[in-house]
T-cell receptor
């Protein structure tokens, strides 16, 4: 059975801290790893990773995929209160739309 | 450009009732999906479609039906509601073009309670 695991499930930090969120996956015919941010309502897309070892960056956020270890990390540097959210990781198979999501990491950034 | 829209925003049903959750997108996306989100469980895929007339089951399809007669619309039907279907339902769409298919755009969600 395909599955995605995230750790930690919950994290509390102070503004300015750097955090690393972890995602590991077991998906048949793996094709892609996606990260989303979910605040109060719908998830919003952050990154899609398909190649191992290539870092994707967007401002203070960055992510990298390790296909050998079947894992990915999401780094957030100089955290701000606006980074408080649930961060979801999802793994997709070769057929394009069959995504398996992890339970999410709830990040709380305190002022 | 409204993106992905869902109706209703909230719904309360009694056990055994049926209803349809509506989803529409105006981005000409070929891919559309339905997810449910329960506390502590992330998103679970119910059904998805890779184009008009083509649908497939996801992880938790039992108790739900879908159809895709147009590119824009992807309704989700609950056949006979059960309390276990109490959840928040999200519809999502994405473009099938090279490099873009993973970026799903989500609707605002429908909060469903089954009594």
């Amino acid at each position: 059975e395909d599955k995605v695991v995230q750790s930690p499930l919950s994290l509390v930090v102070h503004e300015g801290d750097t955090v690393t969120l972890n995602c590991s996956y077991e998906v048949t015919n793996f094709r892609s790893l996606l990260w989303y941010k979910q605040e109060k309502k719908a998830p919003t897309f952050l990154f899609m990773l398909t190649s191992s070892g290539i870092e994707k960056k967007s401002g203070r956020l960055s992510s990298i995929l390790d296909k050998k270890e079947l894992s990915s990390i999401l780094n957030i540097t100089a955290t701000q209160t606006g980074d408080s959210a649930i961060y979801l990781c999802a793994a997709g198979d070769n057929y394009g739309q069959n995504f398996v999501f992890g339970p999410g990491t709830r990040l709380s950034v305190l002022p | 450009n409204a993106g992905v829209t869902q109706t209703p925003k909230f719904q309360v049903l009694k056990t055994g009732q049926s209803m349809t959750l509506q989803c529409a997108q105006d981005m000409n996306h070929e891919y559309m999906s339905w997810y449910r989100q329960d506390p502590g469980m992330g998103l679970r895929l119910i059904h998805y479609s890779v184009g008009a007339g083509i649908t497939d089951q996801g992880e938790v399809p039992n108790g739900y039906n879908v159809s895709r007669s147009t590119t824009e619309d992807f309704p989700l039907r609950l056949l006979s509601a059960a309390p276990s279907q109490t959840s928040v339902y999200f519809c999502a769409s994405s473009y099938s073009g090279t490099g873009n298919w993973g970026e799903q755009f989500f609707g605002p969600g429908t909060r469903l309670t089954v009594l």
